[in-house]
């Protein structure tokens, strides 16, 4: 076997295949939340009835499928399952104006659009994994969270167009399946083209993949960085959840900066976070040598300092010193993720990666439900936003404690470049 393994520059064109993947996802995801209150008065139905039906529903059977892709992605390969998937979250939304009619039909539909997306957000850490050599695999896993947060961006702007033009919340959906059928046929290329390259053996006892993924799942650094994971993503969306309406409400509850405001700094922030995200590959191998654990430790705990500073007048005082605040919070908590999913992509067998990374993503999504119901739990409690913050500043430093164990399991030695 050749001691260097060539990786084409098919690569780039699989790459560009997972960004369209994750843009449908994230378009099937959030398209209807600009709409619950059409659904509502269709369907005669109350808006926390549509919420659970369309948010609810998805992010449950998303996280199941996401776990499950895993297997998948693992037994059958990606374009197989990416293929499958895009068909099941194409199907889910032609058919909303046929089936999506009443409360169970919108919830069976979306419940399948969710199962067809679950797979495609653990499928990072396999292309990764498969396609790419070690110093790229941190820019594979980063800018799937970017195509994520475009396609949400995306799907916020053209989705009350298409409704304004149409006036049919269910046409507007089944419209937006455009951006999964071009995902498909990208797909569908891509069964056409070249193989990823045969990847060297690792030094394992019994190389398939099944002892391989048991072997894995005995090693204390995979429920490490699936618990940075988890914390990460808990910290995500307690952020996104906690901080705008901080931002905007009247003290003494919040800081009664108003909506536009916290909607602007908030966008900010986002845009900080997609380049963050971008550039947390290129600071794991330019500026740490390509060690996962020290970027998590210092973003963990960076995080939890800014958004400590959110708190104290110091900071809340000037406009433009708690907006840099909330950017550097951004910044820090955008790395997360990727790093910690490229730690799995560039340790771990190629063949176990998407079960993997299906497992930490799909428990991550239970996890950024637990982060929000936590976070609105204490705010109901106390009717003020200080312990909220405590509980996501507590979270982000389990993170860094856990990042502590991010060592390169010895079993799985690689000579890949």
């Known amino acids: 076997m050749s001691d260097k393994v060539v990786y084409p520059k098919f690569r780039w064109y699989m790459f560009i295949a997972l960004c ?6 994230a378009v099937s995801l959030i398209a209807p939340t600009t709409l619950i209150g059409p659904i509502a008065n269709t369907l005669g139905a109350s808006l926390g009835e549509v919420v659970g039906a369309t948010m609810g529903t998805f992010n449950f059977f998303g996280a199941i499928a996401c776990i499950a892709g895993g297997w998948l992605l693992d037994r059958f390969g990606i374009v197989k399952v990416w293929g499958t998937c895009l068909l099941l979250m194409i199907i889910g939304s032609v058919l909303m104006p046929f089936f999506g009619d009443t409360i169970l039909g919108l919830g069976v539909l979306r419940s399948i659009q969710a199962i067809g997306g679950g797979p495609i957000m653990g499928s990072s850490v396999r292309i990764a994994a498969e396609w790419f050599p070690n110093h790229e695999r941190g820019l594979v896993t980063g800018v799937q969270g970017v195509a994520m947060g ?5 799907s916020f702007m053209i989705s009350p167009v298409i409704f304004e033009a149409t006036g049919n919340w269910a046409m507007t959906l089944a419209c937006l399946s455009f951006v999964g059928i071009i995902a498909l ?3 569908i290329i891509a069964g ?4 990823a390259p045969q990847l060297e053996a690792r030094e394992i006892p019994a190389a398939g993949s099944e002892s391989a993924f048991k072997l894995a799942i005995k090693q204390p650094a995979t429920w490490m960085v699936v618990g940075c994971v988890i914390f990460a993503s808990w910290i995500y969306q307690g ?3 906690i901080v705008p309406s901080y931002i905007a409400i009247a003290p003494p509850v919040g800081l009664g900066m108003g909506p536009v405001t916290a909607g602007s700094y908030m966008s900010i922030v986002q845009i900080a976070a997609m380049i963050g995200a971008i550039l947390s590959g290129f600071v794991v191998e330019k500026v740490f040598g390509g060690r996962s654990k020290p970027v998590l430790v210092i973003a963990f705990i960076a995080f939890a300092v800014f958004i400590f500073a959110i708190k104290f007048e110091a900071v809340t005082a000037g406009g433009s010193v708690l907006l840099g605040d909330l950017v550097l919070a951004g910044l820090f908590l955008s790395v997360l993720m990727p790093v910690s999913n490229a730690f799995i992509a560039k340790n771990y067998p190629e063949n176990v990666t998407g079960r993997l990374g299906g497992l930490a993503q799909g428990i991550n999504m239970f996890a950024g439900t637990v982060g929000v119901s936590a976070g609105a ?3 109901h409690m106390t009717g003020m936003y200080q312990m909220p913050i405590n509980i996501i500043v507590f979270v ?5 404690i856990l990042a502590f164990g991010l060592n390169a399991p010895k079993v799985f030695a690689t000579k890949q470049g």
Request: hydrophobic share 55%.
């Open 185 to 187: 046929i990208l797909t």
């Open 192 to 195: 056409f083209g070249p193989k």
């Open 377 to 379: 739990t204490a705010l």
């Open 20 to 25: 369209l993947a994750t843009a449908t996802n």
């Open 150 to 154: 475009l396609g949400i961006a995306f």
């Open 239 to 241: 952020f996104n959840d």
């Open 396 to 400: 982000a430093i389990i993170g860094c």
